[in-house]
């Protein structure tokens, strides 16, 4: 089973499942999970069974067969701490000759509903809500216009070695009957999470409350840096706005709220800690399951 959300609105290329606090502990390389509904709804269930070593590789630059670890017990702490390790390697042997080349991914949409932002940026929409404070009411009764838009920066992917056979994940005391116990069943396969992208996500919510139908161009033009502000094109719009950045990932001081009226200071939080480094640290930004 090969599970790939679509995005719906941008582009039908497979994307990868946002990854929130709350589930970065079911969702790391060989973690294993139950397709199920709740897999559905980006709140996945561990399936926790004996398991047997695991090879993770990183794909950072210059570290040819340092590249990969074999990690004997595959829990989410002893895969972190695996994952540490590659990194910490890195940072000590090859940062200083090999440059990181910046993966951005990005997506953009007007909100319309909880489930259509949901499904437009794949992420979990209490998330959105949450961290943003989108005012879902407001935006449903005309009273304010929004768009939010993900920034995706990739700074490395680890990925799991996949086996040969299912079967070939478990330890030989595993039984059958034991893994139905826990869940699996035709409707509930298990998977395995095979790639996890790590990195940093900057979520940035454009609000306003003017009524003008080129709201949407407005907010556009803003974020391709169109140099609309000093034309004052869209003058009015914009002083009826604000914007609001969090960012997941990256130095901890960057890590708060940002609300300002001036998205210059977007643009200066999107564009600053792009570059991992031990000061810098990458963070679990979105993972696929197989």
């Known amino acids: 089973v090969?599970?790939?959300?679509?995005?719906?609105?941008?582009?039908?290329?497979?994307?990868?499942?946002?990854?929130?606090?709350?589930?970065?502990n079911r969702t790391y390389p060989g973690a294993l999970q139950l397709a199920n509904k709740a897999f559905a709804d980006n709140q996945p269930s561990l399936l926790v069974a004996k398991?047997?070593?695991?090879?993770?590789?990183?794909?950072?630059?210059?570290?040819?067969?340092?590249?990969?670890?074999?990690?004997?017990?595959?829990?989410?702490g002893n895969v972190s701490g695996a994952v540490d390790d590659l990194v910490s390697t890195w940072n000590e042997k090859y940062a200083s000759t090999h440059s990181l080349p910046a993966r951005m991914q990005y997506t953009e949409s007007m909100v319309y509903s909880k489930s259509q932002i949901a499904s437009a940026l794949n992420v979990n929409a209490?998330?959105?809500?949450n961290s943003l404070n989108i005012d879902f009411n407001a935006v449903a009764n005309g009273e304010k216009k929004v768009m939010v838009a993900a920034y995706?920066?990739?700074?490395?992917?680890?990925?799991?070695?996949?086996?040969?056979?299912?079967s070939d994940l478990f330890d030989n005391s595993v039984t059958f009957d034991e893994l139905t116990r826990k869940g699996v069943n035709n409707t509930a396969p298990p998977v395995m999470v095979s790639n996890v992208a790590y990195g940093r996500t900057v979520y940035v919510k454009l609000e306003t409350s003017s009524k003008s139908k080129d709201v949407q161009s407005a907010f556009k033009a803003l974020i391709k840096g169109q140099g609309v502000e000093a034309s004052g094109q869209y003058k009015d719009?914009?002083?009826?706005?604000?914007?609001?950045?969090v960012v997941l990932g990256g130095d901890a001081k960057e890590h708060n709220k940002v609300v300002t009226k001036d998205f210059n200071e977007i643009r200066n939080i999107i564009k600053d800690n792009a570059e991992l480094s031990s000061k810098n640290p990458a963070y679990p930004i979105s993972y696929t399951s197989t």
């Open 237 to 245: 719009i914009f002083e009826e706005s604000t914007f609001t950045a």
């Open 152 to 166: 995706k920066q990739i700074f490395y992917t680890v990925s799991a070695e996949l086996p040969n056979n299912p």
């Open 2 to 24: 090969v599970v790939e959300r679509e995005k719906k609105s941008l582009t039908t290329s497979p994307v990868d499942i946002s990854i929130i606090d709350s589930v970065a």
């Open 126 to 129: 209490k998330y959105l809500d």
């Open 51 to 76: 398991r047997k070593p695991l090879n993770i590789s990183i794909d950072l630059p210059g570290m040819r067969k340092e590249n990969t670890i074999s990690v004997q017990n595959p829990t989410y």
